[in-house]
């Protein structure tokens, strides 16, 4: 069975930059879509951005224009460069794989505080 584990997060000031790693124990991402969520306290979880397959990619309009998704299929790993970060970005950020599947698989999460 997949794991994800994602790395990257922490603590950052208002404007500042992180960029999340999400590490797939096996080859999900070259066959599968996989996608970055995140939760606030208090909130549901969102889906931030995802990418296909074969590279499509789409954003939560709330990121569209600051967050990047990409992956490296040779090295099983997915990103999310996060730029202009905002307070309100402030979650718990998780990776999912196979999206549209029953029962995807999920990373532990990993903590983005940004500081206004």
């Known amino acids: 069975q997949v794991q994800l584990v994602e790395s990257g997060g922490g603590l950052v000031q208002a404007g500042g930059s992180l960029r999340l790693s999400c590490a797939a124990s096996g080859n999900v991402f070259s066959i599968n879509a996989m996608g970055w969520y995140r939760q606030a306290p208090g909130k549901q979880r969102e889906q931030v951005a995802a990418?296909?397959?074969?590279?499509?990619?789409n954003y939560a309009d709330s990121v569209k224009g600051r967050f990047t998704i990409s992956k490296d299929n040779a090295k099983n790993t997915a990103y999310l460069q996060m730029t202009s970060l905002k307070p309100e970005d402030t979650a718990v950020y998780y990776c999912?794989?196979?999206?549209?599947?029953?029962?995807?698989?999920w990373g532990q999460g990993t903590q983005v505080t940004v500081s206004s």
């Open positions: 999912a794989a196979p999206l549209g599947a029953r029962s995807p698989m």
């Open positions: 990418i296909s397959a074969g590279g499509s990619t």
